[in-house]
Structure formats: C-alpha cells, structure tokens
C-alpha cells in the first residue's frame, strides 16, 4: 500500500454561520418575560387598588355567661355539652325546700302581725272607754272637792274629808292621763307611713318577705335567657353546691355573629361604617359571605391590653398597630358559624 501524500492535507468540516435573527430572538424572549412580569404585577395592583384586606380576622358570637341568683345544692341538670336550647328552656333546678320554708315563714310573719293589728285595735277601743269613764271620776271628784272645801270654809265638815276628796280628784286626774297616754300609744301603733299609706309597717314588711320569698323559689329553676348552644356544662353536677352569682354554664347565641377583623392603622384612612366587604372562612373554602363595615374600633388592640406597651424609653422600636373593625355578615351563612373560626377579610374602600 502506497504512502499517503504529506502534502495533501485531510479535508475538514466547517460549520457555517447563525443566523443573526436568532440570536435577537433569545434576547427578545428573555426581555419580555419581566416585562410580562412587571404589567402583570401593575394590573394586579390597579385591579386590587381600591381593597383593604386581612387574614387576622375571627368570627365572634354574643355568649351569655348563666349564674344562679340563689344559692344551694344541685337536684337536677337538664342540659349537656353543645345541646341547642331555646329562650325560657329548663337548665338546671336548685333544691327549693329551703325557700319554700322561708316562704312559710313570711306567711307567718304577715299573720302575726295582723293579730297585733287586731289587738291594736282592741286595745285602742279600750283606752277610749277608760277616757270616758276617767273624765266621769275627775268630773265626779272635782264636784265632791268644790263642796267639801265649801262645806269646810262653812265649817260643817273636817279637815281629813276635805283631804280624802282632794287625794280622790287627783287620782282620778292620773288615770285620765294614763288613758290618754295608753290611746296616743296604740294610735300610734297603729298609724302608717307616707311611703304606704293605709297599710301596716309589720304587715308591710311581712309582705316584702313574703315577695322575696316568692322570688327566690322561681330562682330555683334557671332557665336559658337565650336561644343557643350550650357551653362549659361539664362544671354542672347533681349535688353540686351552687354559688350565688358564679359562672355556672354559657350559651353562645345561634344568631349569624360577626367578624372582628383586625387592621394595619395604615389601612384605615379611607375606610369608612357601610363600605361592603367579602368574608372567606378558613374552615369552609368554598363559602364566601357578603358583609359590610358596621363600626371602627376606638382604640388598637394593645391600648387595651392588660399590659399595654409602654414606649418611653430609649429602645422603643415603631410597630404597625391593628385596629379591630367590626364586620356585619349580611348573608345568611349555609353553614354553621362556630365561634373563634379564623377568617379572611376584604373591604371596597372606594364604595
């Protein structure tokens, strides 16, 4: 096989030229994606400009807080944990023996002092018959004491008469003024004040116990002043000690609540009461509610804390403060609104 020529040199491949065109088309692409970007970002803010929104939203419900006006031991519970009650339904029943005695008592109390009326009475007619008959014997003796001392200037009768009669007419005078003590005394007894005219003090008071009474015994069945679910109904035992004015269940009203929706301060200058806003629960994705700005808190939520900040020194860093605003639902919700559910809120500030 022959030698290969050192003067001939291999052939190579060359590429040939990119087109420009290319070149500009990956530039192009790359420059316009930001921009997309960029309007994207412009329209959703022009588009979203006139909201305010949070997520540091709550749902809240009104909730009575139920106590017992009375004292005294647990006979019967009538409720359970998240059972739904209607205004005037039974609770709870306290023991009401101790209060019907009390309501006898007071029953006793009004007779008692209507027999004292009675004797009163009685007692004042008699103080009118011994007037009567006092100013007889004054009258009597005051006579026999004028002939005796007529009879004694005359000489006709002794010193020891004239003096019996004396001793007579002024016992008699005693006795007169006793029964007219004895009489203001019983009318006295038995006059009445200006606050109840007519009525005796001792009766009156029999009946205010017998009132109380009366009130206490119907405070033995507490009843729900509201319709709503019942809360805390655990600490309800049969035999339980019941302590006048303690907490002793809640009732969380079934009524459509509200939203307390806390807002950056920088989100309320124009935020004003009636603008409409739209409710997003976190517990039902799918529910959307309409509602409207009902009121504007008076003061942050730190103002009324129980410690609140205070910024008089000098590490004192500015912090964006909430606002709570008070979000009205106006929709009727097709799903239960259970109290504390986290929400989302958005407010039309330019409506």
């Known amino acids: 096989m022959a030698e290969a020529d050192p003067n001939i040199r291999p052939k190579v491949d060359v590429e040939a030229p990119q087109p420009k065109k290319r070149r500009w088309g990956k530039v192009a692409l790359m420059l316009s994606l930001p921009l997309l970007l960029i309007a994207g970002g412009i329209a959703y803010f022009l588009a979203n400009d006139q909201y305010v929104s949070t997520d540091n939203a709550y749902l809240r419900q009104d909730k009575v807080s139920v106590s017992s006006e009375i004292g005294g031991r647990i006979v019967e519970v009538a409720v359970r944990e998240d059972q739904p009650v209607k205004a005037g339904d039974l609770l709870f029943r306290i023991d009401p023996e101790p209060y019907r ?24 007619g008699n103080s009118s018959v011994d007037i009567e008959s006092a100013r007889e014997d004054v009258a009597f003796f005051a006579k026999e004491f004028a002939r005796q001392s007529t009879l004694m200037e005359q000489g006709f009768t002794t010193k020891a008469r004239l ?40 009766i009156l008071s029999g009946q205010a116990q017998r009132e109380k009474a009366l009130l206490d015994l119907s405070r033995a069945e507490v009843r729900a002043p509201a ?19 303690l907490p002793a269940l809640t009732i969380v009203s079934d009524g459509g609540g509200w939203v307390e929706a806390n807002f950056k301060e920088t ?85």
């Open 227 to 245: 319709s709503g679910i019942v809360s805390q109904a655990d600490r309800l035992k049969i035999g339980q000690m019941m302590v006048q004015g």
């Open 163 to 202: 003096q019996t009669a004396e001793h007579a007419l002024s016992e008699a005078r005693s006795k007169l003024a006793k029964a007219l003590s004895e009489e203001r005394a019983s009318r006295a007894a038995l006059s009445t004040g200006a606050a109840a005219p007519g009525v005796n003090p001792a």
């Open 267 to 351: 989100d309320l200058a124009k935020m004003r009461v009636g603008q409409p806003a739209t409710i997003k629960m976190d517990a039902y994705p799918g529910l959307t509610l309409n509602g409207r700005v009902a009121s504007i808190g008076a003061g942050t939520g730190s103002e009324f804390s129980v410690l609140p900040a205070q910024n008089a020194n000098g590490n004192w860093v500015k912090v964006t403060q909430r606002v709570p605003v008070r979000i009205a639902i106006i929709d009727k919700p097709s799903r239960p609104m259970i109290a504390g559910l986290s929400a989302t809120v958005r407010v039309d500030i330019e409506r």
């Open 101 to 124: 005695i009390a309501l006898a008592q007071s029953n006793a109390a009004i007779a008692a002092a209507q027999v004292k009326v009675t004797t009163l009475e009685a007692d004042l």
